[in-house]
């Protein structure tokens, strides 16, 4: 590498030993993420080792996304080492809801500037995110972009591929009315609706460090920056012990969008609006932008990151895995018969 260097392509505006020294950089955080413990990254593509043990007939899951407008929070507060746990989050946590287990992750960095100690940062809330996730990040792609963004902004988009034997896919066609959603809480506002957030608080403008009361003294930018609960142990744990009849991650589309994705035609899931357990952001979202209940439903996962629906007699049981995994998951709602989709009440 020491050979490779062009002035003329510097002055366009793309160091590319910059963006050496951003791999190196970030090699120990890849390394985490690896069994052997090894970042073999740099070739031109990013190998996995694959074992089908006990499988009879594996399927490969994949999903991509990317963190949005939220990464505007990141840069606002020149907090950089979080954010790629979003970005995980977004992909594997839509790969569990088929019954998968997440195997690698890649990503892809698309910045104004290469600033190899930011791009590092990032890279280690992706590592960081893989090690929750129990998957390895096999590679990925800084992209620098001079001319078409600020030399301060980035945009992070990621790719995951798990694995789930056939007869393993969450079937909701099992499905019956009076089966229980079980709510799996969320760390906040997640990866969504940060275009209505940053609206609502203005946050170019507001104090993002000020402690908030209604926050606990936690400041505003620290609670919206919190990152994605990524779910996949907890989930992962469950599917061994109970068995589940539908899943859904609750993203952009909030619960009306969201839940009926796992529900088949002919009903619907009814939730009582106490039961929902809604941390303060939310309301404090609601009244500085104005917005509707019905549009923070549609908009927020509202305090429920996840939710999973099992037959009655199996909730007491997902209650107790869920728990003994760190979440402290509850009983949100009920399947009914329906064509509504979602009936809060």
Do not use: W
Request: glycine share 12%; net charge negative; with cysteine.
């Amino acid at each position: 590498m020491e050979k490779s260097y062009s002035e003329s392509y510097k002055k366009a505006g793309v160091d590319i030993t910059a963006g050496y020294k951003a791999v190196e950089l970030m090699k120990r955080h890849v390394a985490r993420t690896m069994p052997e413990g090894k970042a073999d990254i740099g070739d031109f593509g990013g190998l996995f080792p694959l074992s089908l043990a006990g499988m009879k007939e594996p399927v490969l899951v994949s999903g991509t996304d990317g963190v949005g407008t939220k990464l505007r929070l990141a840069i606002l507060m020149n907090k950089h080492d979080t954010i790629g746990i979003d970005c995980v989050a977004m992909c594997v946590n839509d790969i569990v809801c088929c019954g998968a287990k997440p195997l690698l992750f890649l990503d892809y960095i698309a910045c104004g500037k290469v600033i190899p100690e930011q791009i590092a940062q990032i890279v280690s809330g992706v590592a960081e995110g893989c090690v929750q996730a129990g998957c390895a990040l096999v590679g990925g792609e800084t992209a620098e972009h001079p001319g078409t963004m600020p030399e301060d902004d980035y945009d992070l988009a990621g790719f995951s591929v798990g694995i789930v034997d056939k007869s393993q896919v969450i079937d909701k066609s099992k499905m019956q009315a009076g089966d229980v959603m079980i709510a799996l809480p969320s760390s906040g506002v997640h990866s969504n609706g940060f275009s209505l957030v940053r609206k609502a608080f203005d946050v170019e403008h507001c104090d993002l460090a000020a402690p908030v009361a209604e926050l606990d003294g936690k400041s505003l930018g620290e609670v919206l920056l919190a990152p994605t609960r990524i779910y996949v142990k907890p989930m992962l744990a469950l599917f061994g012990q109970v068995k589940v009849k539908g899943v859904s991650h609750i993203t952009g589309g909030g619960f009306y969008e969201n839940m009926p994705r796992s529900i088949p035609k002919g009903l619907g899931v009814k939730i009582k609006k106490s039961d929902v357990r809604t941390p303060a952001i939310f309301r404090m979202i609601q009244k500085a932008g104005d917005v509707s209940e019905h549009d923070m439903f549609n908009t927020f996962n509202m305090g429920v990151g996840m939710v999973v629906i099992v037959a009655r007699e199996d909730a007491d049981k997902t209650l107790e895995v869920l728990r003994a995994q760190g979440e402290q998951a509850y009983v949100l709602g009920e399947i009914i018969k329906s064509e509504d989709g979602v009936t809060l009440v």
